[in-house]
C-alpha cells in the first residue's frame, strides 16, 4: 500500500505561483508513475499531469503546459507541482495518484490517492 499525503496549498493572486508536494509513505514510489488532478467545484475531476517513474518524461493537459511543473524526487519520496501564473480557473482540490505503466490520463488507471490540498486563485 501506498499513503499520499498533499500539502502546500493555499489562497494566492492571479499571476502568483505555488508548489504542491506529494509525500508518499509504506512503500517506494519509485516504480511508480505519479500523478496530479484536480477538481473544481461542481466538476468532474480531471488529469493535470503525470511523470514517470524516472522522472524523464512527463505529460500535461493543454490548459497547464508552460505554467505548471511536475517532478519527483524518489530519494525523499516525493513528486512536486510548480504552479505559475496561476489563473481563477486554477481554483480547485489537487490531488496526487499513483499508478503503474506510464501515460495514464484517467482516475480509473490510478490505484492511489492522497486526500487532496486545496488551492484557490482569486482575481
Known amino acids: 500500500q501506498v499513503q499520499l499525503v498533499e500539502s502546500g496549498g493555499g489562497l494566492v493572486q492571479a499571476g502568483g505561483s505555488l508548489r504542491l508536494s506529494c509525500a508518499a509513505s509504506?512503500?517506494?514510489?519509485?516504480?511508480?508513475?505519479m500523478g496530479w488532478f484536480r477538481q473544481a467545484p461542481g466538476k468532474e475531476r480531471e488529469f493535470v499531469a503525470t511523470?514517470?517513474?524516472?522522472?524523464?518524461?512527463?505529460y500535461y493537459t493543454d490548459s497547464v503546459k508552460g505554467r505548471f511543473t511536475i517532478s519527483r524526487d524518489n530519494a525523499k519520496n516525493t513528486v512536486y507541482l510548480q504552479m505559475t501564473s496561476l489563473r481563477p480557473e486554477d481554483t480547485a482540490v489537487y490531488y496526487c495518484?499513483?499508478?503503474?505503466?506510464?501515460?495514464?490520463?484517467?482516475?480509473?488507471?490510478?490505484?492511489?490517492w492522497g486526500q487532496g490540498t486545496q488551492v484557490t486563485v482569486s482575481s
Open positions: 511523470i514517470i517513474w524516472h522522472g524523464g518524461l512527463t
Open positions: 509504506g512503500r517506494t514510489i519509485s516504480r511508480y508513475a
Open positions: 495518484a499513483a499508478t503503474t505503466g506510464w501515460g495514464k490520463k484517467t482516475e480509473s488507471e490510478y490505484d492511489y
